[in-house]
């Protein structure tokens, strides 16, 4: 069965990065394009990009333009999400999706 | 205006229908995009339930049972997910998602409430 498992949660500084991965299986990984989403508590879901395996190319969300960085390796068929310079309010779930399938998320706190 | 309103709340009775909308703004042609519809409970990731655009361009969800309908309100502008026979297990937060001049938006969520 498809499964999108993501690495575990994170507490950074402000200002400091992090970087998400999200391994797959029962797909073929080139095959459909990985999307980042986030969820910040309480609030609702924000779509940060997309990157095609197959080629690496991406597409950020205006608002992630150069400060979210993903890519991917194909030999372990894993997708993944930096994001640098990091602001409390990046404090959120981080999801994975091929939009039909879904990580499970990895939480993200950025705290001082 | 946002890209996708959605009412921040519904409630309904188990046994009855809920029709969850999903407005577009105004100006935005909604018969050309597709509506993806997710369902998300406390605690875990959102769950795809399907997409649709016509009723000739649907697809419904792996798994997710055929009282979950997409359909579209042309002169309101809306993507419509209407859950009929509603069961307890259907309260959740609802999300609607359109590819909107390069990238995907979502909807601010309705948390449907069954009682």
């Known amino acids: 069965q498809v499964q999108l498992v993501q690495s575990g949660a994170e507490v950074k500084r402000p200002g400091a990065s992090v970087k998400v991965s999200c391994k797959t299986s029962?797909?073929?990984?080139?095959?459909?394009?990985i999307h980042w989403v986030r969820q910040a508590p309480g609030q609702g879901l924000e779509w940060l990009g997309w990157?095609?395996?197959?080629?690496?190319?991406?597409n950020y969300a205006q608002n992630f333009q150069g400060w979210v960085t993903m890519t991917r390796d194909t030999s372990i068929n894993t997708a993944y999400m930096e994001v640098t310079r990091l602001k409390s309010d990046d404090t959120a779930m981080y999801y994975c999706t091929t939009l039909i399938f879904w990580g499970q998320g990895t939480p993200v706190t950025v705290s001082s | 205006q946002a890209v996708l309103t959605q009412p921040s709340s519904l409630s309904a009775s188990p046994g009855t229908s809920a029709s969850l909308t999903c407005t577009v703004r105004?100006?935005?042609?909604?018969?050309?995009?597709?509506i993806y519809w997710y369902q998300q409970k406390p605690g875990s990731p959102p769950q795809y339930l399907l997409r649709?655009?016509?009723?000739?361009?649907?697809?419904?969800g792996s798994g997710v049972p055929s009282r979950f309908s997409g359909s579209k309100d042309a002169p309101a502008n809306a993507g419509i997910l209407l859950i009929s026979g509603l069961q307890s297990e259907d309260e959740a937060d609802y999300y609607c998602m359109m590819w909107q001049k390069n990238a995907w938006v979502f909807g601010g969520g309705t948390k449907l409430t069954v009682l």
């Open positions: 649709y655009k016509s009723d000739s361009e649907k697809h419904q």
């Open positions: 105004s100006g935005i042609n909604l018969d050309s995009y597709t």
């Open positions: 029962g797909y073929s990984f080139t095959g459909y394009y």
């Open positions: 990157i095609n395996p197959s080629n690496g190319d991406t």
